[in-house]
């Protein structure tokens, strides 16, 4: 059977990979490295770079493929998700077979961990024929946007909850939390919270050489944070970016 380890490689900086992950990318037959378009190139040169620092096995192959687009437009929001995960899915198997031919192991290098806001899992569960999973943790943009600010993530004896940029922006302020973590924002989602007492932590491209972090009062730095995205968005093409908001007496 075909192992397929799925590797948490952190926020692209080297530094950030354990060892564990540093020996099963060593390990592997077959690394694969995902290409998501011109504009965000930089996340496949950043795989290559630690591909190139990191591994040192010459028998090992990389192997590099275009992931499909998912369908924005798509009305229903969990089948255009379902739709694509069928389709990425299928360009895995695809390139696995025409590098593999039966038993071998397979890396695939992800961003942060792959527990969190990642479909690797859920579409490494899809391939034909099926894969034993294996998993090595990495550092999730959560711990290093905590680790750029300096900054605990929980108050005293104080839950805490991580949500997406579409639900806060839909459903407004969780009940029942005085701090929430907001990934996957494909906008700026806290500009439709009422900003009194609020305090935001934004980072983006963490782990980068390019990281750009701010922090202060929503009501002041809201502002300042959309128009630093958005002058980095038209200068690199993409951005990925979390923030974390604490609601203050």
Request: hydrophobic share 45%; charged share 25%.
């Amino acid at each position: 059977m075909m192992t397929l380890s799925v590797i948490g490689i952190g926020c692209g900086d080297p530094g950030q990979l354990t060892r564990a992950a540093i020996r099963t990318i060593n390990d592997a037959d077959l690394v694969l490295i995902p290409r998501k378009g011109a504009a965000k190139s930089d996340l496949a040169d950043l795989r290559r770079s630690i591909c190139a620092e990191v591994l040192a096995n010459e028998k090992t192959r990389i192997a590099e493929f275009d992931l499909p687009v998912r369908d924005a437009d798509e009305a229903d929001y969990r089948k255009g998700v379902d739709d694509w995960h069928d389709a990425v899915a299928a360009t895995w198997s695809r390139t696995i077979a025409s590098h593999l031919a039966g038993d071998g192991k397979v890396a695939l290098l992800i961003w942060g961990d792959p527990s969190l806001y990642d479909s690797s899992l859920r579409i490494a569960r899809r391939l034909n024929p099926s894969p034993k999973i294996e998993v090595v943790p990495g550092i999730t943009s959560i711990q290093a946007l905590c680790a750029a600010h300096a900054l605990p993530l929980n108050d005293i004896g104080e839950p805490f909850l991580v949500t997406t940029g579409r639900r806060l922006r839909e459903g407004g302020w969780p009940q029942g939390v005085d701090t929430v973590v907001v990934m996957l924002d494909g906008g700026t989602a806290f500009q439709s919270l009422d900003p009194a007492g609020l305090h935001i932590w934004w980072g983006a491209y963490l782990g980068m050489p390019d990281q750009i972090v701010m922090s202060g009062a929503l009501a002041e730095t809201g502002s300042r944070i959309v128009a630093v995205r958005q002058a980095a968005r038209e200068r690199h093409g993409w951005i990925m970016d979390s923030y974390i908001l604490k609601r203050r007496p």
